[in-house]
């Protein structure tokens, strides 16, 4: 059975691809989403279960790749004394390889019979908040050789950094099902950075 992966599966575009897969196909639809604001699992109704769909709700993620919260506080490190950063959304920042590692594993995991359906949540463990993930981005940094100095960095609140769309206060995320599905160990943020950040050529 082939897998196919669909990023984004819980909004309008995705949503409409899974279905047709499902229905036109016999294969795997492995559907990672973040599950935002734009996110509605109500447009997967009827699907969120079923055999041959699988849906990962990763936390706001960081990589060497593309723009991400990680990358611009490092760019602001070096080029600022001070930072001033929002407290809010209480949850981890997910290394972008987890949700792709955890995919690679699914062809042989779904040959287990008890492996439940639907959604597994998948994050490091921890809520720092963006304020709070600062500091371990800046020590990765220092550790990896990307970063002289640690600005001062203070918190603010969402109403002194707005948006066009607000944050979500929280995006606490439970990981058991992962866990007891896959086997999958929650990631630990800190060694993660270390990792992410050892191999960055900046
Ligand atoms: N709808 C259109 O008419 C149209 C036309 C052309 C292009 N597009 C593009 O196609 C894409 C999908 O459009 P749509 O209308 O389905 O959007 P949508 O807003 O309905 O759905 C986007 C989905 O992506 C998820 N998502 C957002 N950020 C994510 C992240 N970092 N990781 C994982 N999931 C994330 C959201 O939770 C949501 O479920 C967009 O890039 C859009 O710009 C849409």
Same mark, same amino acid.
């Given at each position: 059975?082939?897998?196919?992966?669909?990023?984004?599966?819980?909004? +309008? =575009?995705?949503?409409?691809?899974?279905?047709?897969?499902?229905? *036109?196909?016999? %294969?795997?639809?492995?559907?990672?989403?973040?599950?935002?604001?734009?996110? #509605?699992?109500?447009?997967?109704?009827?699907?969120?279960?079923?055999?041959?769909?699988?849906?990962?709700?990763?936390? %706001?993620?960081?990589?060497?790749?593309?723009? #991400?919260?990680?990358?611009?506080?490092? /760019?602001?490190?070096?080029?600022?004394?001070?930072?001033?950063?929002?407290?809010?959304? =209480?949850?981890?920042?997910? %290394?972008?390889?987890?949700?792709?590692?955890?995919?690679?594993?699914?062809?042989?995991?779904?040959?287990?019979?008890?492996?439940?359906?639907?959604?597994?949540?998948?994050?490091?463990?921890? *809520?720092?908040?963006?304020?709070?993930?600062?500091?371990?981005?800046?020590?990765?940094?220092?550790?990896?050789?990307?970063? *002289?100095?640690?600005?001062?960095?203070?918190? =603010?609140?969402?109403?002194?950094?707005?948006?066009?769309?607000?944050?979500?206060? /929280?995006?606490?995320?439970?990981?058991?099902?992962?866990?007891?599905? +896959?086997?999958?160990?929650?990631?630990?943020?800190?060694?993660?950075? #270390?990792?992410?950040?050892? #191999?960055?050529?900046?």
């Amino acid at each position: 059975m082939k897998t196919i992966l669909v990023t984004g599966g819980a909004g +309008f =575009i995705g949503s409409t691809l899974i279905r047709q897969l499902i229905a *036109e196909s016999d %294969w795997r639809v492995v559907n990672i989403d973040k599950l935002t604001y734009a996110g #509605n699992l109500e447009s997967l109704a009827g699907l969120a279960d079923h055999a041959r769909h699988l849906i990962f709700c990763p936390n %706001w993620a960081f990589d060497l790749h593309v723009a #991400n919260f990680m990358k611009t506080i490092l /760019k602001l490190a070096r080029e600022r004394g001070e930072l001033r950063v929002a407290g809010v959304q =209480i949850g981890t920042p997910t %290394w972008a390889r987890h949700p792709a590692e955890a995919t690679a594993l699914i062809p042989a995991r779904r040959e287990v019979p008890d492996l439940p359906d639907g959604l597994y949540d998948l994050a490091p463990a921890g *809520e720092p908040s963006w304020h709070g993930s600062a500091e371990p981005i800046f020590l990765a940094a220092q550790r990896a050789g990307l970063l *002289e100095k640690t600005p001062v960095v203070h918190r =603010i609140t969402s109403a002194g950094y707005p948006l066009p769309t607000p944050r979500p206060a /929280k995006s606490r995320l439970d990981c058991s099902r992962l866990r007891r599905g +896959f086997g999958l160990a929650r990631p630990a943020l800190r060694s993660d950075l #270390n990792d992410c950040l050892a #191999n960055a050529r900046y």
